[in-house]
């Protein structure tokens, strides 16, 4: 039996060989391969050949291309487990009786597995073990957790964990252990509590999961922001020739909301790019970049093996990510944890909003030695310290938001529209949208309306339109202007009190006033709850939209 997330590039070949081989196959999956690959292998020994049930995986793997996370388990080796990983996150939990004093696992990289092998065990008592792809999956069964490495061989026998390599490679085998680390997380942090959905309990969390971003970071006294996971490497981001943001889907998104300040403060050159993108075309990387890698789960491929390729160019690596132990905070060369808490929902909401704070404490620290900006930074501090309260402003016209889905549930598309701090709002509301609703929406920059998207407009396309008090304000009411005038529906997110915009809107969400690079937070709250009241009034699951993962670990 084989459980197995991820993907294998090359099943084809292997199933083309297996079908010569007169082995039949029932799915078109990739998954049924593994096992019947470890069955040949194992049936096909020599003849005088003994295999232990891991050095048969190490063989099945050897064949295997892709990323995988795979867990083996057979009747003809009883009470043993198996367990692999390769591109894919896998993490081991361990609960015993007692408390475990150990701290780590050793790793043995002979290369046969015997019984000299160095095994972990808990003497005296008796010890359960879990294997997962996420920590979330676990804290309910305990709090102690193993994160494997790429093609850590892990197995179970009699009670006993081995961790076991093929062979050392000097450059990245440099620990001879794995860690056995105590998870942060609360039950009560991953129940739904009071709320129906996780995306909804996620979208009310906002004002604490920023604030738990902030905590220890920023001195509102002062005006100073302090990030500890930065400290040793500050020197070198404030001397850099170039920043390059790397990301994918909502993480992206993120690096486009604060692409403007961050080359505010820092005067140097922003460059923002797609994990994919950026590995297809294999960007130039020099040792003087900044190479600055933003997930959630710390494990999405795309950005991981862009990481990688930056690695190889010696650019200095930074990682803002949501977990603690993944792979691009192991990888990189300092980073931001940005403290959201677990996120369940497969759309993000808090963890959005988390890494754009995050982005923007980053962009603080590096212009707050510069004299002509210290009152910019100073401004931007201030507006983080009253974010919490505003965010909660906002999220009591949640029914007020209910009222707009209604209207707009039974459409098939849905325009949004802005420019500057908020076209990255555009992009994140209608990506929502499409995730949970699996309604067409499209965010676009207002600017380019004219050069294609203005000809979608007409009296039957709902557009939603971002007008806030910014450098880009009077090209936003110009862009209100043309969609008014070919008799389109205009719905505004505007700030309070603007009475201008809200008179030519067919429906208008007003929002309280803060520091413009931080109002694109609060323009994309309502557009959260949005796409999670058109979700629910369709009678979708907007915790598991359909053909979507919370953490997309293949390419």
């Known amino acids: 039996m084989v459980v197995h997330n991820g993907i294998i590039t090359n099943f084809k070949d292997i199933k083309l060989f297996l079908e010569k081989e007169n082995y039949t196959f029932t799915s078109e999956t990739d998954t049924e391969v593994i096992p019947k690959l ?154 739904k509590g009071n709320y129906s959905t996780f995306m909804e309990k996620e979208i009310h969390e906002q004002p604490d999961s920023i604030m738990n971003t902030m905590r220890g970071r920023l001195d509102f006294n002062t005006d100073t922001v302090r990030l500890g996971g930065l400290l040793s490497h500050a020197s070198a981001i404030k001397r850099c020739r170039r920043i390059i943001v790397i990301a994918s889907g909502t993480s992206y998104n993120s690096g486009v909301a604060t692409r403007q300040l961050l080359e505010e403060l820092s005067d140097v050159p922003v460059v923002i790019e797609l994990g994919s993108d950026f590995l297809d075309r294999l960007c130039p990387v020099f040792r003087d970049d900044v190479c600055i890698f933003i997930s959630q789960s710390g494990e999405t491929a795309d950005t991981l093996n862009a990481l990688r390729y930056c690695k190889s160019r010696g650019a200095l690596l930074v990682g803002i990510t949501n977990t603690v132990g993944s792979a691009i905070s192991r990888e990189t060369d300092c980073g931001i944890h940005i403290n959201a808490g677990p996120e369940i929902g497969v759309a993000s909401t808090k963890a959005y909003t988390s890494q754009i704070v995050s982005m923007v404490m980053l962009s603080v620290m590096i212009g707050s030695d510069s004299i002509s900006k210290q009152k910019r930074c100073a401004e931007i501090i201030q507006g983080l310290k009253e974010l919490p309260d505003l965010i909660k402003k906002v999220l009591k016209k949640n029914d007020e938001i209910l009222s707009l889905a209604k209207e707009l549930y039974e ?38 309306l004219k050069h294609g998207p203005l000809a979608l407009v007409d009296e039957n396309m709902p557009c939603v339109i971002v007008v806030l008090k910014d450098n880009t304000y009077s090209k936003c009411h110009n862009a209100l202007q043309q969609v008014k005038a070919r008799h389109g529906r205009p719905i505004t997110i505007c700030e309070e009190g603007d009475s201008d915009v809200q008179s030519m809107s067919y429906r208008t969400i007003s929002l309280p006033s803060t520091v413009d690079c931080l109002m694109n937070i609060l323009a994309v709250i309502p557009l959260q709850l949005l796409s999670f009241h058109l979700a629910t009034l369709k009678g979708l699951d907007v915790d598991c939209p359909r053909n979507l993962a919370k953490s997309v670990t293949t390419e």
Do not use: W
């Open 38 to 191: 470890a069955h040949y292998i194992y049936h096909h020994k020599e003849e005088d050949e003994t295999l232990t049930f891991p050095e048969v995986v190490e063989r099945v793997i050897s064949q295997l291309e892709g990323a995988f996370a795979l867990v083996f388990k057979s009747t003809v080796f009883p009470k043993q487990v198996v367990a692999v990983k390769r591109g894919s996150p896998l993490l081991v939990g361990i609960k015993s009786e007692r408390n475990i004093s150990m701290d780590k696992v050793n790793v043995s990289y002979r290369q046969r597995h015997n019984s000299g092998d160095r095994a972990f065990n808990i003497s005296g008592q008796s010890a359960e073990y879990f294997f997962a792809s996420d920590a979330s999956a676990l804290i309910e069964h305990t709090d102690r957790v193993i994160y494997l490495e790429d093609d850590d061989i892990t197995s179970i026998v009699d009670g006993s964990l081995r961790i076991n390599r093929l062979q050392k490679h000097a450059k990245t085998d440099e620990t001879k252990s794995r860690q056995i680390t105590t998870l942060r997380l609360q039950l009560q942090e991953i129940m």
């Open 411 to 448: 459409e098939k598309s849905l325009l949004l529209m802005g420019r500057g701090y908020n076209y990255a709002t555009c992009l994140e509301g209608a990506l929502k949208v499409k995730e949970v609703s699996y309604m067409h929406s499209e965010g676009i920059l207002s600017g380019e």
